[in-house]
């Protein structure tokens, strides 16, 4: 968790996760699915960044930011264990269209750089608790449309 | 899934289930956590054995059945593809208490017999959409009480 | 499961799941990241179904089936206890890649007719135990090449 | 984390966690399946901050620390975005049996105190690859033994 100065200062929000047991599979590796999880923490963090609160935005403004398009290309596998860092940023924000980019990182360690495990891509709308689409809430939205263009791409 | 008199000959519900590759970890057997998963869908088998409709007792009857209490017993490991039975019974009905109780099993195959693998109880309550307490709506309860003396205790 | 004679004549796999309750999100509906564990599903009963042992090729021929890529549109949201159909097929092969797509359905009930969910395909290679990328042994390969042109594109 | 004096200290080690969207379920809640793997994340924090390399201890001594048992009891439900706290210490270390205990709390806020959410109990013995049960590598065995009266057994 950042400040909207650093949010803005760095492009991009930061969140880190410490790899779990129950996230990897027989290949001892990560299961692919969690990729699609940590994105989700680094969309939650982000938006805590710019100083939102989606929690509120949920239960106060009877708005749900529902995922309609989700993308990811593996790099290479994180392991049990390893300090994972998932960078966020926006990519795009269209009418009711929210997207987000990801990029998912092995945290450098003594013995080694940081290195791109996974890149990837969320498309939004926003519903409501009946999934209707519906705007987004006004303050939001223009939270968002002004964040856009000071933000790196993460492409 | 059976009808009640199924059910009510056999002494217990049976669900059958194919391991999953998410649900195995880097031991290369399934995640210990996902017993719990598995009891669920047993659970869930149970009560439309028993000709009720969980679905519609969370929707109309704004009653959820809350886990308050389980445990697992793990005997021996299952692996990705297994075919994995779960036998489901009643383990007592008190006041607003249910207990289920729960026994895991390797399917029988043209190698091997069938072998348990985990055994397993949980305790739940009933609560309203507040997550507040509340009675069993009456013919859910009737059913249950009806039931219990009818069924296996798989112990 | 069904049969190889099954499969051609369908042009593609099919996989039944009920929604577990473990799958939901405090949306209300089925949490995205599950999908792509539904996609997997359904991959291997289509390998199943292709008459081959996706355990036996990682166990025997130290060959896993690793994905690179993977993506997600979701047309409509799945809810607890629904029946699920994973539909899949083969979208590639080409050399050491092997494209999988998919359609994730809501099964007709009494009420209503089929209706999809959810769309989406996933990019593998082939690696060791040791996640290094090689060939796909032969007869695997071989047997893929072969149904392609057979096969539904499920585009 | 933190170093053996603290853990010393303090009597048991904690974990943070935020609760994850992903972790919830239709009720509202985090799934009571999910303490299970909270309980493993304080598990791993608990036997770093002791010093020791779980990572290690099963890739270099081939041993592995299998749930033999797990019980939980819920007391209140955790919720999306809360932070949590997972409190781990060691229960018993008897032949080559372990036991672990856990509390976990929603940490406390501005507006509200600490609470306790769910205890636990997982029980566990050592196990090689092939899953056959052996005696804890004697540093690992010699740490827990030195460890366990210096602890606050978490009742």
């Not at 708005?63 to 049990?80: H, L, T």
């Not at 003594?110 to 498309?123: H, I, K, M, R, V």
């Amino acid at each position: 968790m950042a400040s909207l100065e650093e949010l803005l200062a760095r492009g991009y929000s930061e969140s880190r996760i410490r790899v779990r047991y129950a996230e990897t599979d027989q290949m001892g590796v990560v299961y692919h699915a969690n990729y699609l999880v940590w994105f989700e923490v680094g969309r939650v963090d982000f938006i805590r960044d710019m100083g939102l609160d989606y929690k509120a935005m949920e239960k106060e403004d009877n708005a749900m930011i529902a995922v309609i398009e989700a993308s990811a290309r593996y790099k290479a596998p994180a392991r049990y264990d390893d300090e994972i860092l998932v960078r966020t940023s926006l990519a795009g924000v269209r009418g009711t269209i929210v997207r987000f980019r990801y990029a998912v990182l092995r945290a450098a360690t003594s013995a080694s750089d940081e290195q791109l495990l996974c890149e990837g891509e969320t498309t939004h709308i926003v519903v409501n608790r009946e999934m209707k689409k519906r705007d987004m809430p006004q303050h939001y939205a223009d939270r968002f449309r002004a964040l856009l263009p000071r933000l790196t791409k993460l492409e």
